[in-house]
């Protein structure tokens, strides 16, 4: 009987560090089933990345739309290329949309914006976004303006 | 000459205990009970303690973050420090004191009153009764203590910077999840807890059953063990951090 209740206690132990882990898994590093969406590529390329990183977000209205899956350099243009998995769901995305890169926050994460244009055609996969606008960088920003460059 | 002799002994002690598992009915009531020794009754320190650092983690997060107007990022900040390093280290050290202790003066005293000798006598070997059952739970329970440990702590602080300080939950949460990944921060915790939880009861059963079986011996022998314990915790920590997190 003694055996019985040790190994009962035992059991639960057992089941509050699993349970601890999936609560760790779900609520604290926020993983989820569906992260794995379906999605495709649409590429774009920016002068200046100014801190954008791999799984950085890709919204449209703020929302979330897809992440960053690679970032390379494109070695004919001198400038980045930035490869983004967009969710099949969001499927209606016009070939004239403008990317940038924008900053969550004064001091947040680099993420890339997404607005869509007035065309009728729509992104597939594999597609590039041409109209790009790179990071705002603010170094570059003071320096043209304490040099006197920026009429206020 | 001592060092290294004890150091060997300890290495081929560790090999045998590890291999001295048995697969039998018998052998896994006995791992049971050990479970239930040092895992389950170190439940209660390790969250109590668990709550109670979380608890500060969420207060002190708050008042330092309130300043720059970022005290959203309280969650992360809980959340990252416990289970990167808070988690598996206090876990470890409280675990060195809790069970470490008990393991060694109970091996020890049976080393001291010839428990041992006299198993081997009835042919009994004492590696596989006594020395393995109780380093597989050692190693068995540190890791689940040290995740239950984790989540106690990000409860507490939630509570206080949520419930009690009126942080946004949401943004609470949210900040959380983006900060925080499941392969880079938790797993290796995890992985942080099982290395120690395997040095500890290494340390814990090998001076149990290596000491000089007087009463003095057992003494000292308890000593070296937390101390042996704690200091390799954190040097071990301070390694496994540099290799996992740092750019060293």
Avoid: H
């Amino acid at each position: 009987m003694y055996q019985r209740s040790v190994e009962l206690a035992v059991g639960v132990f057992m089941l509050l560090g699993m349970g601890a882990l999936v609560f760790l898994a779900l609520q604290v590093s926020g993983l989820s089933m569906d992260s794995q969406k379906d999605s495709y590529k649409v590429y774009a390329q920016f002068d200046d990345l100014g801190g954008l990183s791999v799984r950085g977000r890709v919204s449209l209205a703020g929302v979330t739309i897809g992440k960053i899956s690679a970032i390379s350099l494109d070695r004919e243009s001198y400038s980045a290329l930035v490869e983004m998995d967009i969710y099949k769901e969001v499927d209606n995305l016009t070939t004239d949309s403008v990317a940038s890169i924008q900053t969550a926050g004064l001091l947040g994460d680099k993420y890339v914006a997404i607005s869509v244009g007035a065309d009728e055609e729509f992104l597939a996969d594999g597609d590039t976004i041409f109209d790009t606008q790179s990071a705002l960088n603010l170094e570059k920003l003071i320096g043209a303006f304490a040099s006197g460059q920026v009429d206020i | 000459m001592d060092y290294s002799a004890a150091m060997g002994r300890s290495g081929v002690f560790l090999l045998r205990a590890l291999l001295g598992l048995s697969f039998s009915l018998k052998g896994m009531q006995l791992l049971v009970t050990q479970l239930y020794k040092i895992g389950v009754l170190s439940l209660i320190i390790i969250i109590v303690s668990g709550l109670f650092i979380g608890m500060v983690l969420g207060l002190q997060g708050y008042n330092i973050l309130v300043d720059y107007g970022s005290e959203q990022a309280v969650g992360q900040m809980v959340a990252l420090t416990l289970v990167r390093e808070l988690g598996p280290v206090v876990t470890a050290l409280l675990f060195a004191g809790r069970a470490g202790s008990a393991l060694t003066a109970e091996i020890g005293l049976m080393k001291a009153t010839e428990q041992l000798t006299s198993m081997e006598m009835m042919g009994v070997d004492p590696m596989k009764r006594v020395i393995a059952p109780r380093f597989w739970a050692g190693f068995i329970s540190m890791p689940l203590l040290a995740i239950i440990f984790s989540a106690v702590g990000i409860f507490g602080g939630m509570l206080v910077s949520v419930d009690w300080l009126g942080v946004f939950e949401g943004a609470f949460w949210s900040n959380m999840q983006n900060a925080v990944e499941f392969e880079g921060d938790i797993l290796n915790g995890l992985i942080k807890a099982v290395v120690f939880g395997a040095v500890c009861t290494w340390i814990a059963v090998f001076q149990g059953y290596d000491l000089i079986p007087t009463s003095e011996g057992i003494s000292i022998a308890t000593t070296k063990t937390v101390v042996y314990s704690s200091l390799s915790v954190l040097g071990l920590d301070f390694l496994l951090t540099a290799v996992m997190f740092g750019s060293i």
